[in-house]
């Protein structure tokens, strides 16, 4: 498995990293530049910093690479918001001094990148192996990068680490800063400690509020209207806008197609007679060429269709269109090989492969190797008695005697891929056939013990292309987005809807939207934040219009239909006023039913017809009761006399009657308290760390330019 598979398939590495480390993979910024009426390498600023082009584009094609079933509007916001942190955290450490030196460096590879959590570049201990990694940058940049499309990708991979690293060091060191004087105090650690392990044992009664609320009628709207009223200096509102929007999107014409239609059998004439298959996928195709052999349940679905009445090599697949994509295919190669194989081998490993346990040149290895190998093609039988005796793969060769079990051919990996010529899966390879070859773990001598199920593979060149409009066609639908917005320019909302939808344009009607949110509903594109940066503007009034451009040429209109100043938030009011009311009106109406306030739990019980719940054992930490959090309960619990029925308590959920049966400590001495310490430390620290840059940006003055990308 290759160094990228192996990030890839890890997705929580990218996780892990991705607060201040982005990867570079290749795009073509020329197509984005011309939108730009400023310096186009600038995509916006943090406090005057810059944020430049290339950054984003790093910062969205590495996401994009990691989390391929997202959508590109997603990634075009996190990939920003990233950068934003990184930006505001490193401009705070600049500002107290911090700075990074070339151990920093070297340390943050081993602690802070990604080539830290891959196995390869690892220990026996899990630890990063620096020598291993050296080596491997060694050999990396030795290596053209149009050698491969994967060294290419490997060697960007480096750059950006290379060259973003030291910004992470800075804001590591940033946080550190601010997290080191920041502890659990010992009297709030000694309270939590008590608060786990004193408990009180209880009886109670518990009515659901549900139960009340049909006896007492709790909470009419007039209730709740009577109180606004007394208190008008509360009602005040969330500082919100209202956007509605008009969508022109960008589709291929009729014509686009037809044109479109015309080069792809074109193109498919011209593949079909070529004999240089691989040149074509890379100058035509979306998707790199692949050289690999799959076997049929592994090609795709209309490919495995195709085989059964195609397999001659050179028969074409396609053209055929979905979603305004168009494929085609080229079987270029089939053959017939063991899907399942048996073997075996002796591994002999160097100072240079990966996992070494012996401290041997690559030379003294290869030497070894084919010493051994001489051995056991001339006295087969010595083979299982070497790899014990002389095999690196240690517990393989103890356990199983260098026995690697059943390989199948879908499930080979780069570690049957070596430098040598021996194939696995050949037909060339009997029963009792030994070959010699190189792998990253360095030299082995394979015996083929059992060969099963002889199967075809094959190898399709295929070229995917997607059908995009035309400038014509986006320059008509420019004009038509110009045109109806002039003529609506002065309209009111109803009249700007009404007219978009006689002309059947896509429209979304009133949008309510919040100044910290990243995305509208229902819109979702990379221009969200921008659209709702817009609407916050101080200079925007009702009625404003404004034009706005996607990266795939979509055109949205918005409509500010109203501006609404920030204020305390009703539906916040209401959530204050119907827990306060409905507390009077309980205690109204049990203070009626109850009538004797020393009623012990039996008599409660008869009178509300419940059963009481016995010896539910309970404390602070938790505050479990009915499966729900209740710290009154527990408050009541501590503070009651024991055998007493307590009066009623109004809970989160219901009313509950107690009576504290005993209470105990499960520990009578501090055997663990340090622990205890370190525990609450981190969850401060943690608590505290993800509002940081949140505070950071808040007080930030961050311009965004990114209209068009």
């Known amino acids: 498995m290759s160094f990228l598979e192996k990030i890839r398939k890890n997705t929580w590495l990218v996780l892990l990293f991705i607060s201040i480390s982005l990867i570079f993979f290749i795009l073509d910024p020329n197509i984005l530049l011309k939108f730009f009426t400023k310096n186009p390498n600038i995509i916006g600023k943090v406090n005057k910093d810059n944020i430049y082009l290339k950054e984003y584009l790093d910062s969205f094609q590495f996401l994009k690479r990691f989390r391929e079933n997202e959508p590109d509007h997603y990634l075009k916001n996190d990939a920003w918001k990233l950068l934003v942190h990184e930006k505001v955290l490193n401009q705070q450490a600049k500002k107290i001094g911090i700075k990074s030196t070339n151990k920093d460096f070297w340390k943050g590879i081993e602690q802070q990148s990604i080539y830290s959590k891959i196995v390869d570049f690892q220990n026996e201990k899990g630890k990063m192996n620096m020598k291993k990694f050296k080596f491997y940058l060694k050999n990396l940049e030795k290596l053209p990068s149009n050698l491969t499309p994967q060294i290419e990708l490997e060697k960007n991979i480096w750059s950006y680490e290379k060259n973003s690293i030291l910004k992470r060091i800075v804001a590591k060191k940033y946080v550190e800063m601010l997290m080191y004087g920041l502890n659990t105090s010992f009297v709030e650690a000694l309270l939590n400690y008590r608060d786990k392990n004193l408990f009180s044992v209880i009886d109670y009664i518990f009515i659901p509020y549900s139960e009340i609320n049909k006896k007492c009628h709790i909470i009419k709207s007039h209730d709740i209207y009577n109180f606004i009223k007394k208190n008008k200096f509360l009602y005040k509102k969330e500082n919100l806008r209202n956007l509605s929007f008009v969508i022109f999107r960008s589709v291929p014409s009729l014509d686009d197609e037809k044109n479109m239609d015309f080069k792809i059998q074109k193109l498919f004439n011209k593949f079909k007679f070529s004999n240089h298959n691989s040149t074509i996928v890379s100058n035509h195709s979306e998707k790199p060429f692949d050289s690999n052999f799959y076997s049929k349940k592994h090609l795709p679905l209309v490919l495995q269709d195709f085989v059964k009445n195609n397999n001659k090599v050179g028969s074409m697949f396609g053209p055929v269109k979905d979603n305004n994509i168009y494929i085609m295919a080229k079987l270029t190669g089939k053959k017939m090989v063991y899907n399942s194989v048996l073997c075996s081998h002796i591994l002999i490993s160097h100072n240079k492969s990966i996992h070494f346990s012996k401290n ?112 014509k066609t986006e320059g008509l639908l420019y004009q038509k987005t110009v045109q109806f917005m002039k003529k609506n320019k002065n309209s009111n909302l109803n009249t700007f809807i009404n ?211």
């Open 499 to 709: 007219n978009a939808r006689k002309k059947r344009y896509e429209t979304l009607f009133l949008k309510e939207i919040k100044n910290y949110q990243w995305n509208i509903p229902d819109l979702n594109t990379e221009l969200d934040k921008e659209i709702i940066n817009w609407s916050y503007e101080k200079n925007r009034k009702q009625g404003d219009i404004k034009l706005f451009s996607t990266s795939n040429k979509d055109y949205i209109i918005v409509f500010l239909s109203k501006i609404q100043k920030k204020g305390y938030p009703i539906e916040e009011i209401r959530n204050n006023i119907i827990p306060f009311l409905i507390h009077q009106k309980i205690d109204c109406y049990l203070s009626n039913m109850i009538k004797n306030k020393h009623m012990d739990l039996e008599k409660i019980a008869f009178l509300f017809s419940k059963k009481i719940n016995k010896f539910h054992k309970i404390n602070f930490y938790q505050s479990i009761i009915e499966n729900y959090k209740d710290p009154k309960v527990v408050g009541y619990a501590f503070s009651s006399k024991l055998h007493e029925t307590s009066n009623p308590i109004l809970g989160e959920r219901g009313v509950f009657f107690i009576r504290p049966l005993k209470r105990f400590n499960t520990s009578k001495k501090l055997s663990y308290f340090s622990s205890e310490i370190e525990s609450l430390n981190a969850n401060l620290r943690k608590n505290i760390l993800e509002k940081i840059g949140d505070v950071l940006i808040k007080k930030s003055n961050i311009i965004d330019y990114r209209k068009n990308i």
């Open 360 to 471: 041997r040149t690559k030379k003294q290895a290869k030497k070894i190797a084919n010493k051994i190998y001489d051995v056991v093609v001339k006295n087969p039988y010595q083979f299982s008695s070497l790899a014990i005796e002389k095999s690196d793969d240690v517990i393989n060769a103890k356990k199983n005697k260098g026995n690697l079990g059943w390989i199948k051919y879908e499930e080979q990996n780069e570690a049957f891929k070596g430098k040598g010529s021996f194939n696995f899966f050949s037909l060339k390879n009997k029963k009792g056939t030994i070959g010699l070859t190189e792998t990253k773990f360095g030299y082995h001598i394979i015996r083929i013990d059992d060969v099963k199920d002889i199967k075809p593979v094959y190898q399709f060149s295929i070229i995917i292309k997607t059908l995009i409009p035309s400038k």
